[in-house]
Structures are given as C-alpha cells and as structure tokens.
C-alpha cells in the first residue's frame, strides 16, 4: 500500500517561513515523481513544486525563489521549504506521487495518483 502523510503545517505571518514534510510510504520510493499540491475551498487543486525521480524540480510560478522541494531518500521524506509566505499561500497543502511524471501530467491536467491528508497553512497578513 501507498501512504503519504504531511506534517509541519500551522500559522504564520506574512514574511514568515514554515517546512512541511511529508512521509512516504511506498515500495521503490525513488521509482516515483513526488509532489506538493495546494486547495483553497472553492477551488481546485493547484501544483506547488515537484521533484522527479532524476532529480529534476520544478516550481510553479508564485512560489519560484520562496519556496524549495526536497528529498530525503534514505528516510523516504518529501520537504517543502516555504519562506517569504504571503496571505494567499494560506491553503491545504497535500504531499503527492505517482510513477508518472507530475512535470508531464500536470500539463495534461491530469493529478497524482497518490495523496495525503493534507496539512493546513494559514499565513496572516
């Protein structure tokens, strides 16, 4: 079985830096592209960062110079780094992965197979 489960998340203020991490449960964990998405109510989910299983990381826009995706693959942990947060990076954050490349089906609007349960961030201005 796949698990994910995301910790770290909290309040903060704007400007401020919180680390969520993310527990991977998965046979050939550096088989899959792993992932951080965010939702706010009303919306869907929106890509954040990934890394892939050769390392390469992307970001999406908003968050590109604030915000770093890492792994640990000796403890099977998923980072996301999040500094300089603003008010509108306050959402669910959810850890993601699939054997498929996110960068590659993030562009097909298709979403990860795997998810977590999600972890709250909410940055006050």
């Known amino acids: 079985p796949v698990q994910l489960v995301e910790s770290g998340g909290g309040s903060v203020q704007a400007g401020g830096s919180l680390r969520l991490s993310c527990a991977v449960s998965i046979d050939g964990y550096d088989d899959y592209s792993k992932g951080w998405y965010r939702q706010t109510p009303g919306k869907g989910r929106e890509f954040v960062a990934c890394i892939n299983e050769d390392g390469f990381i992307d970001y999406a826009d908003d968050v590109k110079g604030r915000f770093t995706i890492s792994r640990d693959s000796a403890k099977n942990i998923l980072y996301l780094q999040m500094d300089a947060l603003r008010s509108d990076d306050s959402a669910l954050y959810y850890c993601?992965?699939?054997?498929?490349?996110?960068?590659?089906?993030?562009?097909?609007?298709?979403?990860?197979?795997?998810w977590g349960q999600g972890t709250q961030v909410t940055v006050s201005s």
């Open positions: 993601a992965a699939d054997r498929r490349l996110i960068t590659y089906i993030r562009d097909l609007h298709i979403l990860p197979k795997y």
